[in-house]
């Protein structure tokens, strides 16, 4: 039988080699890296089952077939629970054990694949990935390292392109759930009408197209993190079912009738002020204090200067790298000038698009100016009113952000700044006090969420 095997199997194209018994087939298997063993049951001195034993003890140990007898499910059974990654019953066709054997190693190749990407992705979103020599930025990094730990929910807020989303892989990636799925749904992309679906899934029949059951994100994030992107966008309804999620910590699939249990620990993000949603009532508040229990605010790149080269030469070695053959670039210092005189209302997505243009535009490794968008050799002063469009701010955050600059471009001479801002002394200094109770509020505010953070779960 054994000669048999070894013939048929060889000629099936796999490399095989014979052990007469389960002593010498554990002692080759330790010497050699095996990704299959075909095993009998019984054998004299030690027997299919010690063998299982014997190897499932190995690191990354093969998958061990057994052939068992005609009818002692039982056997096969408990070849299973002992780590047997299948059984053959005898009789058996030799097409049969090939099946077998295809089928082992099929899912063997594909389970070391699906390592080696989970510790590329590790590496990608771990820590060191994240650009940050500002100040601002050394803060979300290390508020990160203490967060990513905790289950607490997250919000996270920025501008577009500030890398939220890189955030949220980070705390996913640097937390005890970094090998559990992390899924990421921008609710600004999924029609209205599909977003509970798409959350929670929905049961086959619950509407006209829903021909098969379907798990859901919240579901299939299960012991992981789900991103919420656009939080802000979600309307008021959905609002509702995912506070009632979060509460409970259970979902329903449409048209299901049970309510299933999931761990999931939720970060979302939004460039949209939802305090001002919360005032017009847009945005539920029971959801919002629910999302930000701890809140991660990425500064513009145009506040963080210092971030400005260091991102860029992280980007061009990226994409140097790429190239084929692979191009060391470099920045011309009047590039390295335009970009750090540019005020970016892109952030740092819009900083990788001008330098994969440049790539793609210089000659040799070194980018120029010349190499630069129009936008960005055009030293015009930053466009002030197109920034607030894009940050979204209300008409009160304009006027605090100018009457803040004012005065610090007085020097804190309040006499002088309300005369170039024509108000009255008075009026100014009640703003003043205005902007400073707000700001203790909000301290007071991520302080109370802070120390509440990790019992929330
Ligand atoms: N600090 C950073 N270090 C390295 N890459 C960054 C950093 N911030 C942003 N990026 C990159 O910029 C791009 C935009 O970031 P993303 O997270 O998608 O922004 P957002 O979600 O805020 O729009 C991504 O390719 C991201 O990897
Ligand atoms: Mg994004």
């Not at 194209?13 to 990704?35: M, S, T």
């Not at 979902?251 to 949209?272: C, I």
């Not at 610090?408 to 003043?432: F, P």
């Not at 109770?437 to 120390?451: L, M």
Request: glycine fraction near 6%; include cysteine.
């Amino acid at each position: 039988m054994r000669d048999l095997l070894t013939e048929e199997l060889g000629d099936a194209g796999f490399q095989v080699q014979a052990a007469a018994n389960a002593a010498a087939g554990l002692e080759l298997a330790r010497a050699e890296r095996f990704d299959l063993i075909i095993t009998d049951l019984r054998m004299p001195e030690m027997d299919g089952f010690d063998l299982i034993r014997g190897v499932m003890a190995m690191p990354s140990a093969p998958h061990v077939v057994m052939i068992t007898a005609f009818g002692s499910i039982e056997t096969a059974i408990r070849a299973v629970k002992l780590g047997a990654y299948d059984y053959i019953t005898k009789p058996f066709e030799i097409d049969e054990l090939l099946l077998v054997a295809d089928k082992a190693l099929g899912e063997r190749a594909l389970r070391s694949k699906v390592a080696r990407l989970q510790r590329e992705v590790e590496e990608r979103y771990g820590l060191g990935n994240l650009i940050a020599k500002s100040q601002a930025m050394r803060d979300v990094v290390s508020l990160v390292q203490r967060i990513a730990g905790s289950t607490a929910s997250v919000l996270i807020t920025g501008e577009s392109g500030t890398g939220k989303e890189l955030v949220a892989r980070a705390i996913h990636y640097n937390s005890a759930r970094a090998s559990a799925p992390f899924v990421a749904v921008n609710l600004a992309a999924v029609p209205e009408s599909l977003i509970e679906s798409e959350l929670f899934g929905h049961k086959k029949g619950a509407f006209t197209d829903a021909r098969a059951d379907k798990p859901g994100l919240f579901i299939e994030a299960d012991n992981g993190t789900i991103f919420l992107d656009e939080i802000g966008e979600l309307a008021l309804p959905l609002q509702s079912k995912l506070l009632r999620v979060l509460q409970e910590h259970e979902v329903r699939p449409l048209g299901a009738t049970k309510d299933q249990r999931v761990d999931v620990r939720v970060v979302s993000a939004t460039n949209r002020n939802l305090e001002s949603m919360l005032a017009d009532g847009s945005f539920r508040e029971d959801l919002y204090y629910r999302l930000n229990v701890i809140q991660v605010d990425l500064p513009p790149l145009r506040s963080r200067p210092e971030d400005i080269v260091p991102l860029a030469e992280h980007v061009l070695a990226q994409l140097g790298g790429r190239q084929t053959p692979p191009r060391k670039m470099r920045l011309s210092s009047e590039a390295q000038q335009l970009l750090l005189a540019y005020n970016w209302p892109g952030n740092v997505r819009e900083l990788m698009n001008v330098l994969e243009r440049g790539v793609a535009l210089c000659q040799g490794e070194l980018i120029a100016d010349d190499d630069l968008p129009p936008q960005v050799r055009e030293k015009r002063p930053a466009d002030f009113l197109g920034t607030a469009v894009a940050r979204r701010m209300t008409l009160a955050d304009l006027e605090r952000e100018f009457i803040e600059a004012v005065l610090a471009d007085e020097a804190g001479n309040k006499t002088r700044a309300a005369q170039r801002l024509g108000l009255d002394r008075k009026t100014l200094y009640r703003k003043l006090d205005e902007y400073a109770k707000d700001r203790e509020g909000a301290a007071q505010t991520a302080a109370r969420a802070a120390s509440q953070g990790d019992e929330d779960s």
